[in-house]
């Protein structure tokens, strides 16, 4: 995990209620990257920036948005509109193309 | 479109034995391939990875996988394996040239038993 944090450890979500991820690198990776995992799917990539001030919409970016301001850092709001937030989500970051290092992740549940 | 497949959804297998874990993968042009370890609760660790040469990639902890374009295969094997090798396994895929995007399979829960 070493080189990205990912906080809170947990988070919990009230009807209607926006919450917002944080992640964060020291790696001086240019690509950033949020997943979400769900028992028995694997991870579905939801957003992900290859550069400052840059970001893209993955396969479920549908209730959920994105800032890349600074490089070390790739907010993800969960919005009102994600119907089923309940989810481990993933943060990783790369040098390019390369392999994608994860942080240890923040499990959101919704009250 | 890019997909991964790995066929079981749990692998048994006695400690000191050899173990397999299976990966086939569909791509568009020469694939990048990984292979990352979850344990409970926490993000995903990278053990190792495929991108050109030898078809024999040797990554941590002594696992090491093998390379099969005929087959489109990348398994996931360890001489002998030990109790705390359990863990949820993931292999990945990304076409050359394809961006940063990777596709996972759904993983596979390793058991290691005395």
């Known amino acids: 995990d070493g080189g990205i944090t990912q906080s809170p450890k947990y988070l919990f979500r009230k009807e209607g209620q926006n919450v917002t991820l944080s992640c964060e690198q020291n790696?001086?990776?240019?690509?950033m990257y949020w997943y979400r995992q769900d028992p028995g799917q694997g991870l579905r990539l939801i957003y992900y920036?290859?550069?400052?001030?840059?970001?893209q919409k993955g396969d479920i970016a549908e209730g959920y948005s994105v800032s890349r301001e600074k490089k070390e850092s790739f907010p993800l709001t969960v919005t009102s509109a994600q119907k089923n937030p309940t989810a481990f989500y993933l943060c990783a970051s790369s040098s390019g193309g390369e392999t994608q290092y994860f942080g240890p992740g923040t499990r959101l549940l919704v009250l | 479109a890019q997909s991964v497949a790995q066929p079981e959804d749990q692998v048994n297998v006695a400690e000191g034995n050899p173990l397999t874990v299976k990966c086939t993968y569909s791509v568009s042009g020469n694939p990048y391939l990984f292979w990352y370890v979850q344990y409970p609760n926490r993000g995903l660790q990278f053990l190792l990875k495929y991108i050109t040469g030898d078809n024999l990639v040797k990554g941590s902890y002594g696992f090491e996988a093998e390379f099969n374009k005929s087959q489109t295969s990348f398994h996931l094997k360890k001489p002998s394996a030990l109790v705390s090798d359990s863990a949820l396994y993931f292999c990945?895929?990304?076409?050359?040239?394809?961006?940063?995007?990777?596709?996972f399979g759904t993983g596979t829960q390793l058991k290691v038993e005395l």
């Open positions: 990945a895929v990304r076409a050359t040239g394809g961006g940063n995007k990777l596709t």
């Open positions: 790696l001086n990776h240019d690509a």
């Open positions: 920036s290859q550069i400052v001030n840059d970001f």
